[in-house]
């Protein structure tokens, strides 16, 4: 069987490194970072442990796609999951109207919630939802059904700008504006982002969003040890540094420890721009690289980490997105430092036998790189005091704006840090600390992700930057990658085989 190595041990890499060695290819994940798991990767501050890139898990409920994964792999049981409030998935606040929204999860009470809170609109929220699961069903890859149906195939509104197919089945601007708000969980930008993201997001939460119980690396140390009892190897702390390529050929992997890797065939697990820093072969040849290294990227996120006072803060089981007002929710990629934050996410992470009072929060709020382009060639722990005073005072920005949502908020606080869009980007080698990778864009949807397949013949790609990104995108972009090595439908076949007999 093929020798594998894989660069990025991240979601995409152990998911596409799990499966492979499944099917008995020896496989080598090399991760830069000394802590495998890229967006799983959970670090820790007085010992509370803080996920990084892995809040919200769609299509981890029994039945789910990533459910059937996971069963097949045998890593069910190997992580602990929760489900966030049934009645209350999400909960958006508008401080403008003091108007705060309780979104229940499932198609048919998420139609009734709206239609009850804006009854003139009771037809077209109908129909704005049996579209969304329509555009949806005509995607097999969510679905794990092995057809091989393409983006092109689809009805007309699937490429349509998401905001426009909002606009399309709903009148009401505020009611356009609510039923957007999952936008920051797949970077929407207005005229740009296609419709078949906007739905696939939605749908994956309104079936119902889970959490994980204690932290996110349980599962890149389920998928670790699920390659290694393969007999595979994952190797954390050390860069991959080179590629060598001749003749369309990859022929070895160069580590910064002086480490040579040479296999049958190789997986890069990570942003193509970061692919093509490590060689300079003429098989990507120069239109393709000015394409990668300017096609734009998903906008980033200044995150603010806190730990609570003991029992100060309630636990609350699902996330809460804030927003200033209306009619913001498409241009979360403008920043204005006076205005900053003018929404947020934020969320009470679930810990092991969790009580009535949190430990942590972590406030997501969205940040374009732009912002701290002035320190871009500083790296973590070499940055200057002018760039930890900025950092700080954005932290008082987004406590103030947590000031208004919970009064005395300030004062349930142990500690407060955060991470800017420089962290991301130097945490996962990630341009502009891009949350999901390149941005999708309608307008040029070939351009703006990558194939499994690139021009060097044993090279392929998996991650977020081909096809979706999140804990649901990359996991079924694995099966693709995994299924260009080892033959097409080989293995969607036999997940949906195993959990049908399970
Ligand atoms: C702040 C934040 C919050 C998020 N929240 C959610 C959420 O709640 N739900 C959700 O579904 N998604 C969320 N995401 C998105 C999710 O984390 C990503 O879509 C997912 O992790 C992408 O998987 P990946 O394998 O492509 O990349 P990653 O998981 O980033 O893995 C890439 C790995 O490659 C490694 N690497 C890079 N270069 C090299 C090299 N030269 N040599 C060796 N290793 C290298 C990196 O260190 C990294 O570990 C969030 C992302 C961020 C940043």
């Known amino acids: 069987m093929d020798k594998v190595v894989i660069i990025g041990g991240g979601l995409g890499g152990l998911f596409t490194g799990a499966l492979l060695s499944k099917e008995g290819c020896k496989v080598t994940v090399l991760e830069k970072n000394q802590q495998i798991g890229g967006g799983l990767q959970t670090f820790y501050r007085k010992g509370i442990g803080f996920e990084t890139g892995m809040h919200l898990l769609g299509g981890i409920r029994k039945g789910g796609s990533i459910y059937k994964l996971c069963n097949y792999l045998g890593i069910m049981d190997k992580i602990t999951l929760r489900d966030v409030d049934h009645d209350c998935m999400d909960q958006i606040t508008y401080l403008s109207d003091s108007k705060t929204y309780r979104v229940p999860e499932g198609k048919e009470n998420f139609i009734a919630y709206f239609q009850q809170e804006f009854p003139e609109e009771a037809e077209g929220i109908r129909a704005y939802v049996e579209a969304l699961y329509g555009i949806v069903d005509e995607i097999?890859?969510?679905?794990?059904?092995?057809?091989?149906?393409?983006?092109?195939?689809?009805?007309?509104?699937?490429?349509?700008?998401?905001?426009?197919?909002v606009a399309h089945y709903i009148r009401n601007q505020k009611l356009r504006d609510i039923l957007s708000y999952?936008?920051?969980?797949?970077?929407?930008?207005?005229?740009?982002?296609?419709?078949?993201?906007?739905?696939?997001?939605?749908?994956?939460?309104?079936?119902?969003?889970?959490?994980?119980?204690?932290?996110?690396?349980?599962?890149?140390?389920?998928?670790?040890?699920?390659?290694?009892?393969?007999?595979?190897?994952?190797?954390?702390g050390d860069p991959v540094v080179r590629i060598n390529i001749e003749d369309r050929m990859l022929k070895a992997v160069y580590t910064q420890r002086g480490e040579v890797y040479v296999a049958d065939k190789y997986v890069a697990a990570i942003h193509p721009a970061a692919l093509l820093e490590l060689t300079d072969s003429k098989a990507f040849p120069k239109a393709y690289r000015n394409r990668i290294n300017e096609a734009p990227n998903s906008y980033s996120s200044f995150c603010v980490y806190v730990i609570f006072k003991p029992e100060a803060f309630p636990y609350i089981n699902h996330t809460c997105y804030y927003q200033d007002n209306y009619g913001m929710v498409w241009h979360y990629d403008k920043y204005d430092s006076n205005t900053f934050p003018r929404g947020f996410m934020y969320m009470t992470p679930c810990e092991n036998g969790q009580g009535t009072y949190a430990s942590k929060m972590i406030i997501n709020s969205i940040m374009p790189f732009s912002v701290c382009e002035k320190w871009a060639d500083t790296t973590t722990g070499h940055r200057p005091k002018e760039y930890e005073t900025w950092k700080r005072e954005h932290i008082e920005k987004v406590l103030d704006k947590m000031e208004l949502l919970h009064p005395g908020f300030r004062n349930k606080c142990e500690m407060v840090f955060a991470s800017s869009p420089l962290t991301i980007r130097d945490f996962y080698n990630e341009p502009e600390g891009a949350l999901y990778g390149l941005h999708k864009d309608c307008n040029n949807i070939a351009e703006s992700q990558v194939s499994v397949y690139t021009k060097v013949h044993n090279l392929y790609m998996t991650g977020q930057n081909v096809n979706l990104h999140g804990f649901c995108g990359v996991p079924l972009t694995a099966i693709n990658t995994a299924e260009a090595i080892v033959g097409l439908?080989?293995?969607?076949?036999?997940?949906?085989?195993?959990?049908?007999?399970?």
Do not use: C
């Open 489 to 502: 439908h080989t293995i969607v076949d036999k997940i949906n085989g195993y959990n049908h007999e399970d």
């Open 140 to 165: 097999d890859f969510f679905y794990l059904r092995s057809e091989d149906t393409h983006v092109y195939s689809h009805r007309e509104e699937f490429m349509w700008p998401a905001d426009k197919f």
């Open 182 to 236: 999952m936008n920051p969980m797949f970077g929407g930008y207005e005229d740009h982002t296609p419709t078949y993201i906007h739905a696939l997001i939605n749908v994956l939460y309104i079936n119902g969003p889970s959490r994980f119980v204690g932290n996110s690396q349980q599962m890149a140390e389920a998928l670790k040890n699920l390659i290694e009892a393969n007999g595979g190897k994952v190797i954390g």
